[in-house]
Each structure stands twice: as structure tokens, then as C-alpha cells.
């Protein structure tokens, strides 16, 4: 087992017993990094002076007999985080040379821990995709199948836990951006309840849907990872004030007698063969677990699609307009006048995908659409979530797939949108009801390729699917096997 290949916990006991250094796990992922990310693409910056001046405040600190769980861990983060002197682009030409003053609340709770950050990675733009192929900085490739996409729109994060070039790293999950990608690598991915933790230094793409979470190469992982970030934060007045449990302390719980929901409009025909095998498998071994499986419905699920495309964009169109030459990153040339200045700038700013959101979003605001568009949208959304609440007075936790399909081809849904839209089918959902999931690995297609499942829980019950996670991994090998990178 190399070093890179260690999970947090493995590595946090070796760095304990002092059987490495920090400085030299560090080194190994840097070296890692070096040696297989040019085929994948996974980092837009790498940061090693400033890793390696961390890696060795924090090999002082377990010196003095200080570690806590992340100390002088090596991860990275999507470019989405604001990070204070590293350049954060968001994937996106608009911000291809933004240096942020300061950490946002996520990074900051990282950094007290003396955790090592190796670099920033990449991403779809503004995080708007579910392929990381309208990235500025080039399409990322799945580490299991250089062809394929990694899924996104944290297609790096998921890449660089698959080629092992990070050992945990952060995400963010607007409508799936976390689970999917995670889902496509087979590692796994929290998105949390919405509230559960700051948003404050992350860019935002759709406000009131965007959470931040971890992905990692197990369910312990997951654990720690959240349980650092989570919390109550002043800067953010949308995060909630309730306590964050011990996530690690709760993983054992175990499964007999839990109330598991299969909702019967995620099992539809038209669900690939090879992922309709793995939720079956699934849902065999919680049954032979001890817990009680039914079917539950979601009945509004048909219009999440839509619903999530009228409200991301609409927040995306207002959360963007702050990109206009005047404060943040690129400025065009050559230009006459503010309004000149404005247009050309975004025009040469903003990539295709960005430009098409911003135009749906901007529509569905204007007047005489606005309530035809933007409210109805926001009367389903709440449809939804009464969906979801209807279905958590039968079950504690709801089981779907993350995606219809295993990672698909490079360029395959590059000409039809919808079709991108389509895939993140089954987790946009989770994020117009404001609730959590999370993506294990739960098997592998014919050809070779990760397929995630998915765990849905009520509000601020993340303990919940972690434990039902830890129960299904305990009993399975999926999350062991390594991509032939
Ligand atoms: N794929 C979805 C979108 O393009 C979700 C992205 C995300 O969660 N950030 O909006």
C-alpha cells in the first residue's frame, strides 16, 4: 500500500505512531500528482511550496503531541472555494486570474485542523454541468476509463480520490455535483442538508440549493470530513444553528429494523440494466441486513427537472452579474465606453453553458414570465419537498440510484443539453427539498465502470445515512478496488 493509496483514518493512525511524516505523505501525493494528473486532469492549480510549508507546521504540531483527525491530511479543493492567496477560478475563464483575499468558512475549519492543501481542482464552469467539460481548463478524465467523463460538476474532486492524487477533498452539490461524480469514480460523496454547512467563501452558482460536502474513499472518511466542516456560521445567515452529532461515534449503528423507502418513480424502465442489477443487489443485502424495505412514492419527481433549470438559473443569472470587468477577474481590451466594457468582458468571459444558463435564467426572471416561470417553479419546488416529508413519515431513508446510467463517453452529450440535464435525474430532487444523500460505491458495469447508489435522509440526518452507508460497506468490497491508473 502506497501512502496516497491510505485513507484519512489509516493515514491519521500512521501519522499518530509516527510512522510518517506529514512532510512525507505530503511529498508522495505531490509526487502522485506529478506522475498521473496529466492524464487526468484533475487540478487546475497545484500548490506544492505552500503544501509542504503546511505539511511541516503540521508535522511541529503532532510533534507537541496536538493532532486532530485532519492534521497534516493532504487534500485538495474544488476551485469553487475561496482560497486566501491561491489563485480560485471557478472553472472559468472570467476568473483565470483571481486571487481571493481570504479563506471562506469551510477552508478556515480545515485549516485550524492543520490540514495540507495540495491544490485546487477542477470543475465544470461555475459548477454549471454534470460532465466537467465546460471547464475553462479542460475536460477531466475518469480515472477508471480515460473516455469517459468523470461526471460533475466536482469532476476533479471525484478524479483525484479515484487516481489517488488527493486523499480526501471538498465539493460542492447544487443539484448533484458531489453525488454523481462520486457515483462515476466510485468514491463516496455527501451532499448535507441544506443549513448544515457555511456556504460563506464559496462562489455561488444557485443560492438557495448549493451545499458544501466532502468526497472521500470510504464512509469513515465521509464522517470526519463532514463533521469538520459542519456548523452553525455567522457569516452565512442561510446555515442553521442546530448541534452537529458525532458522526463517527454514530456509524455502527447498524440497520436491523430500519424502514428503508425504494420510491417507485427512481425504478423506472429506461434505468440501465447494469444499474438496476446493483440496486437490486443492494436491496437484497439491507433486507438480509435486518432492515424492512417498501415502496414508497415521490409523486412530483417527474417535474424536478425543470422546476431545479427555472430556479438554478434564475439564481445563477443574478449570483453572476457581479462578473462584469469592474471588481473580479478578466476585463476585455479595447473597449469604448462601461456598456462595451460590460458585453465584451462577458462575452469573452463566460463559456457556452454559463452564457445559455444566464440567458434562461435572466428570462425567467423578466417581468410578464416571472410568474409563469419563477413562482410556478417555486409552488412545485415546494410540492416536492412535501414529497419527500409525506415519505419520511413511512421510512427513515429512501434508496435510489444516483445516476440512469454509468459514466458516459467524452463528448457523448456534449450536443444535447437535455440530455446532460437528464442525468442528474435522481439528485436534483434531494436539493430542491433541502434534504441530504449520499453516494457509496455499490458495483461496477459490464464494462468495467463505477455505479453509485444512493441513500436520501430527512433533514439533518446525515447520522442516518451514514450509518445505513457504513452498514452496506462493511459488507461489501466496492469501495477497495482501485482504478488502473
Ligand atoms: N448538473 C447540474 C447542473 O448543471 C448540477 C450541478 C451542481 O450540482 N453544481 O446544474
Redesign the pocket.
Known amino acids: 500500500m502506497e501512502i496516497f493509496d491510505l485513507t484519512i483514518h489509516e493515514l491519521h493512525d500512521k501519522l499518530k505512531a509516527k510512522e510518517v511524516s506529514s512532510v512525507e505523505a505530503t511529498r508522495a501525493m505531490l509526487d502522485r500528482i506529478e506522475a498521473v494528473d496529466g492524464q487526468v486532469n484533475a487540478y487546475i492549480t497545484v500548490t506544492p511550496e505552500q503544501a509542504l510549508v503546511e505539511a511541516e507546521a503540521a508535522d511541529r504540531r503532532i510533534a507537541a503531541g496536538d493532532i486532530a483527525p485532519l492534521t497534516g491530511i493532504p487534500m485538495g479543493l474544488k476551485d469553487i472555494f475561496i482560497t486566501k492567496g491561491v489563485r480560485t477560478t471557478c472553472g472559468s475563464r472570467i476568473l483565470e486570474n483571481f486571487v481571493p483575499p481570504y479563506d471562506g468558512t469551510a477552508v478556515a475549519k480545515l485549516k485550524e485542523q492543520g490540514v495540507v492543501i495540495v491544490g485546487k481542482l477542477n470543475q465544470?464552469e461555475f459548477?454549471?454541468?454534470?460532465s466537467n467539460e465546460s471547464s475553462y481548463f479542460g475536460p477531466v478524465k475518469n480515472p477508471w476509463n480515460l473516455e469517459c467523463t468523470p461526471g460533475?460538476?466536482s469532476g476533479g474532486s471525484a478524479a483525484a480520490i479515484a487516481a489517488r492524487t488527493a486523499t480526501a477533498t471538498l465539493g460542492?452539490?447544487?443539484?448533484?455535483?458531489i453525488r454523481q461524480p462520486a457515483s462515476h469514480c466510485s468514491c463516496v460523496g455527501v451532499k448535507p442538508t441544506y443549513g448544515r454547512v457555511s456556504r460563506y467563501g464559496v462562489i455561488a452558482?444557485a443560492s438557495s440549493l448549493d451545499q458544501v460536502g466532502p468526497l472521500t474513499r470510504d464512509v469513515t472518511d465521509a464522517a470526519i470530513l463532514l463533521g469538520a466542516v459542519a456548523g452553525y456560521d455567522p457569516k452565512d445567515s442561510t446555515s442553521v444553528n442546530t448541534p452537529v452529532p458525532d458522526y463517527l461515534a454514530g456509524l455502527k449503528t447498524g440497520v436491523k429494523g430500519l424502514k428503508i423507502g425504494l420510491p417507485k418513480q427512481y425504478f423506472i424502465e429506461g434505468l440501465d440494466p447494469d444499474v438496476k442489477r446493483a440496486m437490486d443487489e443492494a436491496i437484497a443485502l439491507y433486507k438480509s441486513l435486518g432492515a424492512e424495505l417498501r415502496e414508497v412514492s415521490l409523486p412530483h419527481t417527474e417535474y424536478a427537472v425543470a422546476t431545479y433549470y427555472l430556479i438554478?438559473t434564475a439564481e445563477a443569472s443574478s449570483n453572476l452579474a457581479r462578473y462584469d470587468g469592474v471588481r473580479f477577474g478578466h476585463r476585455a481590451d479595447e473597449i469604448r465606453g462601461l456598456k462595451e466594457m460590460y458585453a465584451k468582458t462577458r462575452a469573452e468571459g463566460f463559456g457556452s453553458e454559463v452564457k445559455r444558463r444566464i440567458m434562461l435564467g435572466t428570462y425567467a426572471l423578466s417581468s410578464g414570465y416571472y410568474d409563469a416561470y419563477y413562482v410556478k417553479a417555486q409552488k412545485v419546488r415546494t410540492l416536492i419537498m412535501q414529497d419527500f416529508l409525506n415519505a419520511f413519515n413511512e421510512v427513515d431513508v429512501l434508496l435510489t440510484p444516483i445516476a440512469p446510467t454509468p459514466p458516459f463517453k467524452i463528448g457523448e452529450k456534449l450536443a444535447d443539453p437535455l440530455q446532460m440535464?437528464l442525468s442528474?435525474i435522481f439528485t436534483i430532487p434531494v436539493?430542491l427539498a433541502g434534504t441530504c444523500g449520499i453516494s457509496i460505491p455499490a458495483g461496477f458495469s459490464a464494462a468495467g465502470l463505477p455505479i453509485g447508489l444512493q441513500l436520501i435522509g430527512k433533514p439533518f440526518g446525515e447520522a442516518t445515512i451514514l450509518s445505513t452507508a457504513y452498514a452496506f460497506e462493511q459488507e461489501t468490497q466496492w469501495h477497495l478496488k482501485k482504478a488502473p491508473l
Open positions: 465544470d459548477a454549471m454541468g454534470s460533475g460538476s460542492t452539490d447544487t443539484g448533484g455535483s452558482y438554478a440535464y442528474d436539493n
